[in-house]
């Protein structure tokens, strides 16, 4: 059986088929779905029905939605059902539906097949060092003194959430399967009831890893899911505190302000292929007043509807433009709806007629390439904390600038910033084969000398690497890029394909013999990566991985490896966590006294946030 054949599942029925099964049941309950895998199952109109054995099968009935949303949608025919474990395995083979949250968003992120460590091991210098971020708790100073603007409900759905989260972190992806999940995903939905869809948005990501990595799934990396942890546990932490305002809970529907009258220029169209299943493209723009926007087209679909939606019409005040004409055209909007982050809203209200695009050589666009890349990168950064503090997890802003080409090495092109600027390393955008990003960067790493323009997001989490999205010719300069006229300047590397004759037709120079060799990556040298190896071990193996390597010479190695390198505060917190992890108190009896994993979640979280700091301390630095 293919889980393709399963409709989503609202999180609540499965944490309340989970709920109803006795203990015995519960402990057979992850062998039992994957034995859904062997099952036979039928499919007729939107009724999917698996068959266990010749007098046993489960019927999925899902509602207008294509989701089942209510316990009646899944029954079983055996003696006791609902209490049953066909009924419950089912139910946890079945993707899991969106959250509120993820369905107000409508634009996943693109996902990231690249090895998390490939890049890690920071560099030395010791400004990298940054404090661990304080987590506010009850009866603290912060506590008292912030305005508390949550209700008491939201406070007891937050600690739930908390609770569920430290617990599913305890036990790790070894002995995170069906049970626990189900746990996460009850917090999650009294989260939901409370009105803060941010957090059970931040615990479905977790909940999807979890089952990701338990899948042995190709796409799903180690490194993701802590962060998942770390983001879901952070947001806990802080609701649960009753400090934060109410931007902390997040909405439940992208919320949108009139804009009045705009005039908005197409930059570069993005391909859109989540995890999730939702696929399309976001249209990149900017405005007269040099403001960052974007009109998206994303919907449930695969690599089919990406390819698609990239010449699909605009739906926005009734444009004749299509995606294609929008990134290398513009509109004059009148009524415009903005939301928080840019995106233009397609309301009743809202007119837009055609305008001629400008060139990345004219401005509005001009400016993005002439700010210096390191105060472009701060702001990056600054950019992205003030998201996540305030309106949970959006893309990064674009940035813009003029490099060489070096040449090739491993699976990324090294660059040159123009003007003695820092080393760059273009990585694809996104590393779907059908996608042209990686062959349209092999094409331009063939050609060591060849200075272009390029635009795209920042990696916040890798050294000086950007992820490009579309280039174009350097003006006034002879050895660059030669694109047809109807291209406007630039090349979309999720769409267009370069080709030989884009390129100057004579030699421009040739590749140094070791690339690497022309500057050092900051990040090479520093002990971090063994920060971030701890952490990982943890969600890995849980808090039993994490003490078994605290009793061995691996920690004291890790502490006198930071401590040289000046990173006294990472010691310090990876040491605490290693002795929290080993920490079991028990009676006489041998009973433990003290089985909350709360102590072990907050240490893990410290070191978590001061990681997190310190990594972007450094990549910021790797742009100078």
């Known amino acids: 059986m293919s889980t393709e054949l399963l409709p989503p599942v609202a999180p609540d029925v499965l944490a309340d088929a989970v709920e109803q099964l006795s203990a015995r049941l519960r402990k057979k309950l992850d ?34 939605s294509g989701v089942v949303t209510g316990a009646e949608q899944a029954v079983c025919s055996c003696l006791l059902s609902p209490r049953c474990l066909h009924r419950a395995a089912v139910l946890g083979a079945a993707p ?75 036990a790790g992806v070894t002995a995170g399967g069906a049970v626990v999940q189900a746990e996460l995903l009850r917090a999650a939905h009294t989260a939901r009831l409370a009105a803060l869809p941010r957090a059970e948005a931040a615990a479905l990501r977790v909940v999807r890893g979890l089952r990701a990595a338990r899948e042995r799934s190709g796409g799903q990396r180690l490194g993701d899911l802590a962060d998942g942890f770390r983001e879901l546990l952070a947001a806990a932490a802080l609701l649960s505190s009753g400090s934060a305002d109410a931007g902390a809970a997040g909405s439940a529907r992208r919320a949108y302000e009139q804009g009045g009258s705009l005039r908005v220029y197409g930059l570069c169209r993005e391909p859109v292929l ?103 990168m701060a702001a990056a950064l600054a950019d992205d904390a003030t998201q996540s503090a305030e309106r949970g997890r959006t893309a990064t802003r674009l940035l813009g600038c003029d490099v060489e080409v070096i040449g090739a090495v491993g699976d990324f092109v090294l660059v040159r910033v123009a003007a003695d600027g820092p080393l760059l390393r273009l990585r694809p955008a996104h590393p ?31 050294a000086a690497t950007l992820r490009p999205l579309a280039v174009g010719p350097v003006p006034e300069a002879t050895a660059t890029l030669r694109l047809p006229d109807e291209w406007k300047g630039h090349a979309d590397l999720g769409y267009d394909r370069l080709q030989g004759e884009h390129f100057p037709r004579e030699p421009i120079g040739e590749a140094p013999a070791d690339p690497l060799a022309i500057g050092p990556d900051p990040l090479a040298d520093a002990p971090l990566w063994r920060v971030r190896r701890l952490l990982e071990t943890g969600v890995a193996g849980g808090r039993r991985a994490v003490a078994e390597a605290g009793r061995g010479t691996d920690t004291s190695s890790l502490v006198t490896r930071l401590t040289r390198a000046g990173l006294g505060g990472a010691a310090h917190l990876a040491q ?44 910021a630095a790797s742009w100078s």
């Open 31 to 64: 062998a039992a779905i994957a034995s859904c895998g062997g099952q036979s199952t039928t499919a007729t109109g939107g009724t999917v029905e698996v068959h266990f054995g010749e007098d046993t099968k489960v019927t999925l009935r899902p509602g207008p």
């Open 96 to 170: 899991l539906a969106e959250g509120q949250e993820d369905a107000a968003e409508g634009e996943p992120s693109n996902t990231d097949g690249a090895d998390p460590l490939a890049d890690d091991g920071p560099g030395t210098d010791s400004t990298a060092e940054a404090p661990a971020p304080g987590l506010p708790s009850p009866g603290s100073p912060l506590a008292e003194t912030a305005s508390a603007t949550l209700t008491p409900a939201q406070v007891r759905a937050a600690t739930a959430l908390w609770t569920a989260a430290a617990e599913a972190l305890s």
């Open 274 to 376: 989540s995890a999730t299943g939702y696929g399309g493209v976001t249209t990149h723009l900017v405005g007269s007043d040099g403001e960052a926007y974007t009109v998206s087209d994303v919907r449930p679909g695969g690599l089919a509807r990406v390819k698609g939606a990239g010449s699909a019409s605009v739906a926005l005040g009734g444009a004749v433009l299509d995606h294609a004409g929008l990134a290398r055209g513009g509109l004059r909007i009148v009524g415009a709806t903005v939301s928080a982050d840019g995106r233009l809203g397609a309301g009743r209200g809202v007119s837009a007629t055609p305008l001629r695009g400008a060139d990345w050589s004219e401005d509005p666009a001009a400016a993005l390439f002439a700010r210096p890349v390191r105060e472009a």
């Open 432 to 462: 779907h084969p059908e996608l042209p990003h990686a062959a349209n960067l092999r094409r331009i790493a063939e050609h060591p000398g060849l200075v272009l323009r390029v635009l795209g997001r920042p990696d916040l989490d890798r």
């Open 576 to 619: 605490a966590l290693t002795t929290e992890a080993g920490r079991r108190p028990r009676d006489p009896f041998g009973r433990l006294t003290d089985p909350s994993a709360d102590a072990y979640a907050r240490a893990w979280l410290a070191a978590a946030v001061h990681l997190s700091a310190a990594e972007r301390t450094l990549v």
